[in-house]
């Protein structure tokens, strides 16, 4: 199925009451279901889904095997590796329903999260920031910050084109690649304009 729109591969399945944003690939056995909403110009990979009410801004990019579930809201331009997780419900049980304790997950604008990773829900991912692979979020990520392991821990802060900064003895640090300017005050990364 596809449209001028958007791009779904003939073996996805994008469900009536769905919004997909022009520009938007979807690719082989991916299911978008009902209620969501994805924005202009993302690359949904292979065998994801996407559950009803979830939100997706611009240009995201999730990887193949995610499975974005209700609860979860993605800002423009994150990045979501290959395999990573999101729950929605804190003490799941089978035989317990608890559709209505799902708990909002927002992944803010920029922040990558790596293959493997887990987010546990009701946590914030800010601007920027860069889950390491295989890290288990168990708490809120500050905007820039780069955390890694079970249970994450931060251990530094990355620009916004996804390098780590070296911060000098002023709190002014400077991306080798982009040339953009950060400072460290308070324990916070700004972008200097």
Not at 159 to 173: C, R, V
Request: aromatic share 8%; glycine share 10%.
């Amino acid at each position: 199925m596809s449209s001028a729109e958007y791009f779904a591969h003939s073996s996805a399945i994008v469900d009536d009451g769905c919004q997909v944003g022009a520009g938007t690939k979807i690719w082989h056995f991916s299911h978008i279901m009902p209620g969501c909403i994805i924005g202009n110009n993302c690359n949904i990979g292979q065998n994801v889904v996407i559950s009803p009410k979830v939100v997706l801004g611009n240009n995201v990019r999730i990887q193949n095997n995610v499975s974005v579930y209700e609860g979860v809201i993605c800002e423009d331009d994150v990045f979501l590796g290959p395999s990573m997780v999101f729950t929605n419900v804190i003490n799941p049980r089978s035989a317990v329903s608890r559709k209505h304790e799902y708990l909002k997950t927002l992944v803010k604008k920029g922040a990558s999260i790596g293959a493997n990773a887990t987010i546990v829900c009701g946590n914030e991912i800010g601007e920027y920031a860069f889950i390491g692979a295989g890290a288990v979020v168990t708490k809120p990520v500050p905007a820039y910050a780069l955390v890694v392991g079970n249970p994450a821990r931060q251990s530094g802060w990355m620009s916004e084109y996804g390098h780590k900064l070296k911060f000098d003895e002023n709190g002014k640090a400077i991306c080798p690649e982009s040339g953009q300017e950060y400072l460290l005050n308070n324990n916070k990364v700004s972008r200097i304009k």
